[in-house]
């Protein structure tokens, strides 16, 4: 992992995962998605990652024109770098996750590294009095669901995103094995280094929030990349913060946000994703570390730059 790194917040605003029952703070409109954005900017992340919803009924949605209602005003009123989902939402086809990027042609997407089981089922077990009809069934869905990312798939991205627009990913490693699938994309020469890895930890299907497994991923990454990579985690729920402090103490970087997360203390729901990205950047700099503004982001993950997207 890259030495001696400031420590890069990302902010994942709004998510596919939550759903609008489970909190009335949970961007849902544009505007809504808007200001968020700029006021986690505000607030210290260098990056945020978005998804766009129906803003009807808050349910995930691909739609190219949904983004650019928002894309262009958070560019506008802050220097963040803007980095789209490539995931979406459950049953959306590659071409539809694949349609408002190609539009936008961000400096950054995310970008999963494998099909796997996606369980959100058990949180439909625990709530009741849905605010609307696709919530529950939405939840339910994934306890026969798999997430698809196939190399195929992955070839795609590359091609599609990274040589046709020179954006650059926030390589999402669900697993141990995402690392190595990861490490083939490298080795094909489709990807090329500083990578962003995101360790994401605690989703039901993917590796648990669990220290060890931090420590794991982190000398997995360090044997298969040397020095050629950024090493960010995020982690489900309660685990957030925890995690998030552990990674920087190690020399990563940090990724907070309503999509990971609605709480911002035990049994406290967050107001907002800048109260989160302000707590982070607290503990973060209160342990004498440095957090990257969005222009040093940038320098790190040598990014195309604001200038050179599509909104």
């Known amino acids: 992992m890259k030495k001696n790194a400031k420590v890069?917040?990302?902010?994942?605003?709004t998510g596919s995962v939550h759903?609008?029952?489970?909190?009335?703070?949970?961007?849902?409109?544009?505007?809504?998605?808007?200001?968020?954005?700029?006021?986690?900017?505000?607030?210290?992340?260098?990056?945020?990652?978005?998804?766009?919803?129906?803003?009807k009924d808050g349910r995930p949605t691909p739609s190219?024109?949904?983004?650019?209602?928002?894309?262009?005003?958070?560019?506008?009123?802050?220097?963040?770098?803007?980095?789209?989902?490539?995931?979406?939402?459950?049953?959306?086809?590659?071409?539809?996750?694949?349609?408002?990027?190609?539009?936008?042609s961000p400096e950054m997407t995310s970008f999963n590294m494998g099909s796997m089981n996606f369980g959100l089922f058990p949180v439909a077990e625990r709530m009741s009095g849905w605010k609307y009809d696709w919530e529950k069934k939405y939840?339910?869905?994934?306890?026969?669901?798999?997430?698809?990312?196939t190399f195929h798939d992955m070839e795609r991205i590359c091609k599609e995103l990274g040589e046709a627009h020179g954006t650059r990913f926030e390589?999402?490693?669900?697993?141990?094995?995402?690392?190595y699938s990861l490490a083939f994309l490298v080795e094909?020469?489709?990807v090329k280094p500083p990578f962003l890895i995101q360790g994401i930890f605690g989703i039901l299907g993917g590796i648990g929030a669990d220290h060890s497994n931090l420590m794991f991923m982190r000398e997995t990454?360090?044997?298969?990349?040397?020095?050629?990579?950024?090493?960010s985690v995020?982690?489900?729920?309660?685990?957030?913060?925890?995690?998030?402090?552990?990674?920087?103490?190690?020399?990563?970087?940090v990724r907070v946000g309503m999509e990971d997360s609605l709480y911002i203390a035990k049994g406290k729901l967050t107001e907002s994703n800048a109260m989160q990205v302000a707590k982070i950047r607290r503990i973060v700099e209160d342990l004498s570390l440095d957090v990257a503004s969005p222009d040093e982001a940038r320098a790190m993950l040598q990014l195309k730059g604001a200038h050179q997207v599509g909104f």
């Not at 890069?8 to 605003?13: E, F, K, L, R, S």
């Not at 939402?89 to 190609?102: F, S």
């Not at 939840?139 to 990312?149: A, G, I, M």
């Not at 990454?221 to 090493?231: I, K, N, P, S």
């Open 8 to 13: 890069i917040i990302t902010c994942a605003v």
């Open 19 to 55: 759903t609008p029952t489970m909190s009335k703070h949970l961007p849902i409109t544009p505007n809504e998605i808007a200001e968020a954005s700029i006021a986690a900017s505000e607030a210290g992340a260098a990056i945020i990652h978005l998804h766009a919803r129906d803003p």
């Open 64 to 104: 190219p024109d949904v983004f650019m209602e928002f894309l262009p005003r958070i560019k506008q009123a802050s220097n963040a770098v803007i980095n789209i989902t490539t995931g979406g939402g459950l049953g959306m086809t590659l071409d539809e996750r694949l349609a408002a990027p190609k539009r936008a």
């Open 139 to 149: 939840l339910e869905s994934t306890k026969d669901f798999v997430v698809k990312n």
């Open 171 to 179: 390589f999402e490693c669900y697993d141990v094995g995402h690392l």
């Open 188 to 190: 094909k020469g489709w």
């Open 221 to 231: 990454a360090d044997r298969l990349f040397g020095e050629d990579f950024y090493f």
């Open 234 to 253: 995020l982690a489900a729920g309660r685990h957030q913060m925890a995690f998030c402090t552990m990674n920087a103490i190690m020399g990563g970087s």
